[in-house]
């Protein structure tokens, strides 16, 4: 599959995703924020970093750079979108997913090797996982605190949305311990901690994260 | 302003140093964004435009509240 990386001005990530997108297989292929072109790709990763420097809101000035119009409309028909920290904080912004994320309970950055438990494998970024596998991958954020009125929360929980949750420690105060959400529709899907890191043995905290890449083979297939 | 119901954190963070300078007293912080925006004049239809840049950029509805008040240049 052809997986398009978003850059923005202050993001970090966007090497790392690329590498672990081809790691998984998939041809790679680099997105300026700047454009109004998503270049034909069958999926979109937001990475993590501090894209506009996190100025207003994490996220906020981002989702409305000119590719996010394109990005926008793919994921509301149904293009398998990952956004991972900063890129989970501008799905919010842009409304793709429900509530926000806020500084961490404690106010200090956090960033540590974080066991996760995937709650859901139908989503286009879990098929590769088994339901309540534990993975862990690294986790690096100061505004990674997951936050939504209880109705919205009721209705993640009801409908499985939820997608990854913090096991034994919950790193940042988000509320019922909730890592990662998607749409309705499976396809959109945020994630506070880095699975891009822990793609290969050498330099990861392991490989688990490989499998929210991997995921996308079976989406199209 | 964050909404009542959400945690600030920078909010607590004042309130933590405001005892350590001697501030007694003070039994909450919460902490929120100014934006002074300058307009030709102020009608109808640029205060319903400000609104609209409230809910669309300035503030993020899901977790803050805001006002918009109208002051005239000293």
């Known amino acids: 599959m052809r997986v398009g990386v978003v850059t923005f001005p202050g993001t970090l990530d966007d090497v790392d995703a690329q590498r672990a997108a081809r790691v998984a297989g998939h041809e790679v292929v680099a997105l300026w924020h700047g454009d109004h072109d998503l270049q034909g790709v069958d999926a979109v990763i937001l990475p993590g970093g501090f894209s506009y420097g996190d100025y207003l809101r994490a996220g906020a000035i981002s989702r409305f750079a000119p590719i996010m119009t394109e990005v926008i409309a793919g994921a509301q028909a149904g293009l398998p979108v990952l956004g991972i920290c900063n890129g989970f904080q501008i799905l919010v912004e842009a409304h793709l997913l429900p509530g926000g994320l806020l500084r961490n309970d404690h106010r200090k950055f956090i960033c540590r090797d974080q066991t996760l438990r995937i709650e859901n494998t139908s989503t286009a970024w879990t098929g590769a996982f088994a339901q309540g596998q534990e993975i862990v991958v690294p986790l690096k954020n100061g505004e990674g605190q997951y936050v939504a009125d209880a109705e919205t929360v009721a209705r993640l929980e009801g409908d499985g949305r939820v997608v990854a949750r913090y096991v034994d420690v919950n790193p940042n105060g988000s509320v019922n311990d909730i890592a990662g959400i998607s749409n309705e529709r499976g396809n959109v899907v945020g994630l506070m901690p880095h699975p891009e890191h822990a793609v290969e043995a050498l330099t990861g905290a392991g490989t688990d994260g490989l499998g929210f890449f991997t995921s996308l083979a079976g989406v199209l297939a | ?74």
């Open chain 2, 1 to 74: 302003m964050p909404k009542p119901e959400i945690l600030d954190p920078q909010g607590k963070a004042v309130l933590g140093a405001l005892p350590r300078l001697g501030f007694t007293g003070v039994t909450d912080v919460r902490q929120g964004k100014r934006f002074e925006i300058e307009v030709p004049e102020v009608t109808e239809a640029v205060l319903a435009e400000i609104a609209k840049m409230a809910d669309s950029l300035l503030a993020n509805t899901v977790i803050e509240n805001y006002t918009v008040r109208v002051e005239q240049d000293a």
